[in-house]
T-cell receptor, first 115, second 114 residues
Framework: NAGVMQNPRHLVRRRGQEARLRCSPM?????VYWYRQLPEEGLKFMVY????????ESGMPKERFSAEFPKEGPSILRIQQVVRGDSAAYFC?????????????FGSGTQLSVL | AQSVSQHNHHVILSEAASLELGCNYS??????LFWYVQYPGQHLQLLLK??????LVKGIKGFEAEFIKSKFSFNLRKPSVQWSDTAEYFC????????????FGSGTRLQVQP
């Protein structure tokens, strides 16, 4: 049973380009969470999605960032017109039912570097 | 809003030393508490969690944590660390109301010297 798969592992973009980060949850999981990790700052919640629905996007910047989790295919975190401050590790996690005491399964992350 | 504080950013211990990592949260209601670990080059994985019952919870690899409601704390402990415990440790909280996603602390980097 494959774990949470994120790709690419490393992504380099120049300022102004778009970044697309993909996350395939564990089989049978319909709840996906995106977190961003900056050095010395831990993991910051960005967005929580269920299949075809955004449940909570309160941690995601209003501009340039968007997320989706279509009926078929992986969840996508999209960053338009990237800036140097977007450089970070982006982690995706999934869970079966979204319960509050449920364990999250994490992917290995995507390291985004903006030149 | 819920928040989590981890006061120790970087801890260095020798093998066989005892470990205690602090975690405090701010939320007055019912909470679910977690410790996750990230070994070098690996993804985060769950060490242990508390959501009800015995406030002393035992996790994998000899770790345990104690929930003290009056102190809003959930400190992680291990009596005798090993070199292989070198990792980053994250405390996280999920309250019974409000945001459903976990809120993480800033993490503690543990370095165990052989």
């Amino acid at each position: 049973n494959a774990g949470v798969m994120q790709n690419p592992r490393h992504l380099v973009r120049r300022r102004g380009q778009e970044a697309r980060l993909r996350c395939s949850p564990m089989k049978g999981h319909s709840h996906v969470y995106w977190y961003r990790q900056l050095p010395e700052e831990g993991l910051k919640f960005m967005v929580y999605l269920q299949k075809e629905n955004i449940i909570d996007e309160s941690g995601m910047p209003k501009e340039r960032f968007s997320a989706e989790f279509p009926k078929e295919g992986p969840s996508i975190l999209r960053i338009q017109q990237v800036v140097r401050g977007d450089s970070a590790a982006y982690f995706c996690a999934s869970s079966p039912t979204g319960g509050r005491n449920e364990k999250l399964f994490f992917g290995s992350g995507t390291q985004l570097s903006v030149l | 809003a819920q928040s989590v504080s981890q006061h120790n950013h970087h801890v260095i211990l020798s093998e066989a030393a005892s470990l205690e990592l602090g975690c405090n949260y701010s939320y007055g209601g019912t909470v679910n508490l977690f410790w996750y670990v990230q070994y070098p080059g690996q993804h985060l994985q769950l060490l242990l969690k508390y959501f009800s019952g015995d406030p002393l919870v035992k996790g994998i690899k000899g770790f345990e944590a104690e929930f003290i409601k009056s102190k809003f704390s959930f400190n992680l402990r291990k009596p005798s660390v090993q070199w292989s415990d070198t990792a980053e440790y994250f405390c996280a909280v999920n309250a019974d109301t409000g945001r459903r996603a976990l809120t993480f602390g800033s993490g503690t980097r543990l370095q165990v010297q052989p």
